[in-house]
């Protein structure tokens, strides 16, 4: 028995030492955690970051007809500022004067505005002369003036009126040069560079709210949200002025609600927040993910290796193919406990050099990094055993990375899945999959860390659930381990590795 | 001695080895020769408890094979494989270790035996630096380290330069006056002539023959002849107890079928050509191999 256990120790020990000291480790250790962090966080930093070079011009396209420009910028000013303190966002109405349409129409009103004025006088004038004759008692003919003046203003105000008709169509038209030409320019100038975006607020936005936001970038969001806030809240006060609501009173009404998020946890209610929860999950889960292929990955180019090169011939002169089997997985799974290992000792120094706020990121605690190592060394198991197989089976890399391949899509899928659990840790398909022995390490992990009540009951089942199926996979990967490590060059069907099983 | 005793062993309806029984006695080299899928890797498996066999035991020095632990077996596949990144003394310590050596005397041997064969510079080397023949040697070194009773080489001469095969010739020499259990199998009948002393020839899973090289040579002795001359000898062909089994530029080998007529014809023979060369010819193991081979 003793001596059982010494060629084990001594195949795990092999294992361990050729692997610890290779560039794959230390890279798969060091490095591919760094990339992974430094892969994960940059588009999240990109979105937040502004860039802030200088001032930003936003065109302004009002065809409200009420004087909004300067109580945005004012807004726009109190809310977003340069390092150097000067506004972030300057707005600027677009200007059409120097577009030959816009002039003739123009023209074309002012002259009707002239015509309009013009008549409007006369018809004043008509108006007050008949009023002096009126008032006049002495006047001899005043009946016939009166009757004369009569005629004359009606029509004067018929013109008058015909005149107000033409100036509306006029001005309707001239709104319509504006809208076209102030796009134009604006568009234009958006293309230049020039402006940073344009914003059209439409006619009746105090009603119905609608504006529009122009920019080069569709995706724009950080800069269309921004406006979008400020804008909403300009209107809003405009609103309320309109109502004849007190100043301070609409600044009172006005003043944002900040919200903390909390969540009830073991040790009592812990503040939240989204970055924090989801990068835990995602990193925790990529982290137990990248130890146990890592270890898997070496276990299983081991027996691979061994295969095609026949060191396992010589190997199994010496020690039964359990042996074998046992000393690899062990050594390999040191191997993967101590990449583990590492990493939480990182992590803690981390903490303990306050470069992370232990107090935001909750789930950093010695009780989560005992599970953490708890999952992963069933998970490894699991994935050890199956692994050995799969390098028993086949007999070039090319074909076995295929299953491998297959293997790392099925064990990512938790981290593809991660928004979805956020969203509803407790729905029923994430309960499904938790279920599933080969994700289960995956999703315990994104539970443990993100939900606050204890799990011990289903930490004790998915236990079970893992222990039970690494039995059973132990005992089959054990009989295609012995029977498939002395077949070279065989292609097996499923078939055959049934029959394999039953006969061995 | 080792005694294979009644041994048959399938792969689902493919019968494998069919009741094999044979000896091997120490301090003599044992040869297990054969065509490609004859058994003989299977045969070497089952000895060194690789495989399990269906039937028949292997009995080493009156001790049943199941009660044996693995040192005091030592094993040179015929595939050459090592840990490439694996440095020679590591690689060397961790077998030695394997077969219940100290790690010491591990060490100690690892480089006696590197010594030995003039590689105690490349203790440190890594063997993915090594020439193919030091890879060679270093899993021989791998397979004798623990100084095992059994020793079963498979093709161990392959891939190694004309000095290397002499060193090799030596150690084997040297085992063989310490007693040991030597089963060698190869393709190279040259190889099997110059390094054993007995051999058994495995086709289909059967013995087709066993036993000394001497007597066995001398068993499958025929009344073969060359002759080489200056004249044509195509008029050979003339004799119907004559049977030729090969020609070439004047030089033919042939065998003589009656007995009643073979001086008076080898007689005639030196009357009727000037000859310039003439040798009884012994059956080389090669042609015995190819003939009982083919008969079988």
Not at chain 2, 98 to 127: P, Q, S
Request: charged share 20%; hydrophobic share 45%.
């Amino acid at each position: 028995m003793l001596r059982n256990f010494k060629t084990i120790f001594y195949i795990s020990r092999w294992e361990f030492t050729t692997r610890f000291r290779t560039k794959s480790f230390l890279f798969s250790t060091f490095i591919l955690p760094l990339v992974f962090s430094i892969l994960i966080t940059l588009p999240v930093y990109f979105i937040t970051y502004d860039e802030q070079v200088s001032t930003k011009l936003v065109g302004f396209i009002n065809l409200s007809k009420t004087r909004v420009v300067d109580t945005l910028q004012r807004h726009l000013n109190q809310n977003y500022t340069l390092e150097n303190g000067s506004p972030e966002y300057i707005v600027l109405p677009v200007s059409v004067e120097n577009s030959p349409s816009y002039r003739t129409a123009l023209n074309e009103l002012m002259e009707v505005e002239s015509r309009k004025d013009s008549i409007t006088t006369e018809y004043n004038r008509i108006k007050n002369l008949r009023a002096s004759y009126y008032n006049n008692r002495g006047l001899k003919n005043k009946e016939y003036l009166l009757k004369t003046t009569y005629d004359e203003m009606i029509a004067t105000r018929e013109l008058k009126d015909l005149v107000e008709i033409e100036y509306d169509n006029y001005r309707v038209h001239l709104d319509s040069v504006y809208n076209r030409e102030a796009r134009a320019a604006a568009d234009s100038l958006l293309l230049k560079n020039v402006l940073n975006a344009y914003v059209v607020m439409r006619e009746n936005v105090f009603e119905n709210g609608y504006v529009e936001y122009h920019s080069l970038v569709a995706g724009n969001l950080l800069e269309s949200e921004r406006m979008q806030k400020i804008i909403n809240e300009v209107i809003i006060r405009t609103r309320l002025k309109e109502a004849k609501i007190d100043a301070t009173q609409i600044a009172g009404w006005l003043h944002p609600v900040a919200i903390k998020n909390y969540q009830l946890r073991s040790i009592g209610p812990t503040e939240w927040d989204f970055y924090f929860e989801f990068y835990g999950a995602v990193i925790g889960v990529v982290l137990l993910f990248m130890a146990i292929f890592t270890s898997g990955g070496f276990l299983f180019s081991s027996v691979l290796q061994e295969k095609t090169n026949r060191v396992i011939e010589m190997l199994l002169c010496y020690a039964t193919s359990r042996q074998i089997m046992a000393g690899k997985i062990f050594g390999l799974g040191f191997l993967g406990l101590l990449q583990v290992l590492i990493w939480l000792c990182i992590t803690a120094v981390f903490v303990f050099f306050n470069l992370f706020d232990i107090g935001q990121i909750s789930y950093l605690n010695l009780e989560n990094a005992f599970y953490f190592l708890h999952y992963f060394s069933l998970g490894y198991l699991l994935y050890a055993a199956i692994f050995v197989a799969i390098g028993a089976i086949f007999s070039s890399e090319q074909e076995a990375q295929q299953v491998n391949i297959i293997l790392r899509t099925v064990a990512i899928l938790p981290v593809l899945l991660v928004f979805l659990f956020l969203k509803q840790p407790n729905s029923e398909i994430i309960t499904i999959l938790t279920y599933i022995p080969l994700l289960t390490p995956y999703f315990m992990i994104m539970k443990i860390s993100q939900i606050g009540i204890p799990l011990t009951s289903e930490i004790y089942f998915t236990s079970t659930l893992l222990f039970v199926s690494i039995i059973g996979m132990v005992f089959v990967a054990a009989k295609i381990f012995r029977m498939g490590i002395l077949m070279y060059g065989k292609k097996f069907t499923v078939t055959e590795i049934l029959h394999l099983l039953r006969s061995s | 001695m080792l005694e294979v005793v009644k041994l048959s062993k399938s792969f689902d309806d493919l019968k494998v080895l069919d009741n094999i029984s044979f000896k091997v006695t120490p301090g003599k080299t044992f040869a297990l020769v054969g065509p490609n899928g004859a058994g003989k890797t299977t045969t070497m498996r089952l000895i060194l408890k690789i495989i399990k066999p269906d039937s028949g035991e292997i009995i080493v020095n009156t001790i049943p094979r199941n009660k044996l632990s693995h040192e005091v077996f030592g094993y040179l596949p015929e595939e050459r494989g090592l840990y490439q990144r694996a440095r020679v003394l590591d690689l060397l310590i961790y077998f030695g270790l394997l077969n219940k050596l100290t790690r010491h005397r591990a060490e100690v041997e690892a480089i006696r035996y590197l010594d030995k064969f003039g590689m105690v510079d490349y203790t440190l080397r890594r063997i993915s630096d090594l020439s193919k023949g030091m890879q060679q040697k270093i899993q021989f070194i791998a397979a004798t380290l623990h100084n095992p009773e059994v020793m079963v080489f498979d093709e161990p001469l392959t891939g190694l330069d004309p000095i290397n095969q002499i060193v090799l010739r030596e150690m084997l020499d040297q085992y063989k006056s310490e007693g040991k259990i030597i089963i060698l199998s190869t393709h190279q009948m040259s190889e099997v002539e110059a390094l054993c002393d007995h051999i058994c020839l495995i086709n289909q899973g059967n013995i087709i023959l066993d036993g000394q090289i001497g007597e066995i040579k001398k068993k499958f002795t025929e009344n073969a002849y060359y002759i080489e001359s200056d004249e044509d000898l195509s008029f050979l062909h003339d004799f119907k107890f004559l049977n030729v089994i090969e020609e070439q530029n004047n030089s033919c080998k042939f065998t003589i079928s009656d007995k009643k007529v073979h001086n008076k014809f080898i007689q005639s023979l030196f009357e009727k050509i000037n000859i310039r060369k003439f040798v009884h010819v012994e059956p080389s193991l090669h042609d015995i191999f190819i003939k009982l081979v083919q008969k079988d």
